[in-house]
């Protein structure tokens, strides 16, 4: 019979932290290199496919019914018609007793989230990313057996991970992990999540590292505080738009018995939305980057494009997911809130001539609208500060995403990731 002193307690305990530890740490260099290797080839086929639509615009009502035929022959011969639920999926195995990620949901969203995106789907590889990357974390919690007990901590930290690596943003893959996923305060959890963000980071940062944006973001005035909490209150309408959108139209594609009517009908609608708005097409991060060269409109009617592309991309997002293809509401929250914030401060500037700086809205509604739309302002003030690379709109952009969470909130209290599950508490 042996007796266990205090210092060889200790020394257990200090070796599985060691162990979940290393563990983190390689749950971070391979969410980076799949978050980051994703990134890359999705920006480059996608570009490229966008060229070739200049050259031949009729090209656009093939490449979405490639792309979601793709798909569906890929989740039928190679992943045995296994359902996709993308965050709820990671939800449940951090709530779920019992409940975990299996390993083929690595490549399924890997390639899932690729072919929709450079095919033309109106999402963007963030959430196949972070349901891969959860995978992985899960994966080694459930291949080592004395991790087994850490499952929620390495998955978490491979969430954290991809977040990081997809937006080089640290402190925002850390608050999405701490804000969506899980709460927790323990040691074990905090040391687990920082080790694989900061192995991730690194990793990203001397290898992968690239722009999404570049802005030139000099400062705010005071005086702009009222429209500040004016684009908050939309990004909120906007948030919450977006969330019953998709809600209505997976509820509606899946109400729909035949799958090759979902694919028909879900590429033909994405593609005539596409063939005439453009920036449509995919991450719609393009789309973004061209509105800050948008001058003053000598003609207030010069906005209705910009206020119809506004509009449709909630409808696109939601018939891309809704016909089969991967993704979630990440991307087309920053797309939404960029064109809200432009609108808002152009309109604003032609009526009351304010003088009101657009490329400032524009990153302030980016953050807005993902706060309302993910119920996580933390994670959406410090992704778009990464983003922008700087902290010049810090202030502006807390006021207007707290806002606008607040407002999404009180309108409608749930995301796309939690709606169902906690309407079945509430029936139980």
Not at 316 to 331: K, N, P, R, W, Y
Request: proline share 4%; hydrophobic share 50%; with cysteine.
């Amino acid at each position: 019979m042996t007796i266990s002193t205090p210092s060889s307690y200790r020394l257990k305990k200090a070796r599985r932290t060691m162990a979940v530890l290393g563990a983190a740490a390689m749950i971070g260099v391979f969410s980076a290199l799949v978050a980051d290797t994703l990134k890359v080839i999705t920006e480059h086929y996608e570009h490229d496919f966008v060229h070739r639509l200049k050259e031949n615009k009729y090209l656009i009502f093939l490449l979405p019914l490639i792309g979601f035929t793709t798909i569906h022959i890929l989740r039928h011969f190679l992943f045995r018609n296994k359902p996709n639920k993308g965050i709820k999926e990671v939800l449940d195995a951090i709530t779920k007793d019992g409940k975990t990620l299996p390993a083929y949901k690595i490549p399924s969203h890997y390639f899932n989230g690729f072919l929709t995106v450079i095919f033309g789907g109106s999402t963007g590889i963030e959430v196949s990313t972070v349901v891969a990357t959860a995978s992985i974390g899960a994966l080694s919690s459930h291949k080592v057996n004395h991790l087994n007990k850490y499952r929620t901590d390495l998955v978490c930290a491979g969430l954290a991970a991809g977040v990081t690596a997809l937006f080089n943003a640290p402190i925002a893959g850390f608050m999405f992990a701490f804000e969506v996923f899980t709460k927790r305060r323990k040691k074990t959890h905090l040391a687990s999540l920082i080790t694989a963000i900061l192995t991730s980071y690194l990793l990203t940062k001397y290898f992968f590292y690239q722009k999404v944006f570049t802005f030139d973001i000099t400062g705010w005035h005071k005086e702009a505080f009222p429209y500040f909490i004016l684009l908050g209150v939309l990004a909120g309408f906007n948030s919450v738009f977006l969330t019953k959108s998709v809600l209505f139209f997976k509820k509606f594609f899946g109400s729909l018995g035949n799958d090759y009517v979902k694919i028909l009908a879900g590429s033909l609608i994405i593609s005539t939305m596409v063939f005439f708005f453009p920036s449509l097409y995919g991450e719609g991060y393009a789309g973004i980057k061209n509105l800050t060269s948008i001058p003053h409109p000598e003609n207030i009617y010069l906005l209705l494009p910009f206020v119809v592309v506004l509009l449709l991309k909630p409808i696109a997002t939601s018939i891309t997911l809704g016909a089969g293809g991967d993704g979630g509401v990440f991307a087309p929250s920053l797309f939404i809130g960029a064109f809200l914030g432009l609108i808002t401060a152009l309109t604003l500037n032609y009526f009351f001539q304010l003088d009101l700086i657009p490329l400032n809205f524009i990153v302030i509604g980016m953050a807005a609208v993902l706060s309302g739309s993910i119920h996580a302002p933390l994670t959406s003030i410090f992704l778009v500060c990464a983003i922008a690379d700087n902290y010049i709109l810090f202030v502006p952009i807390v006021i207007a995403s707290l806002i606008s969470w607040f407002v999404a909130h009180f309108i409608f209290p749930y995301t796309v990731y939690t709606y169902k599950a906690k309407a079945l508490l509430k029936v139980s």
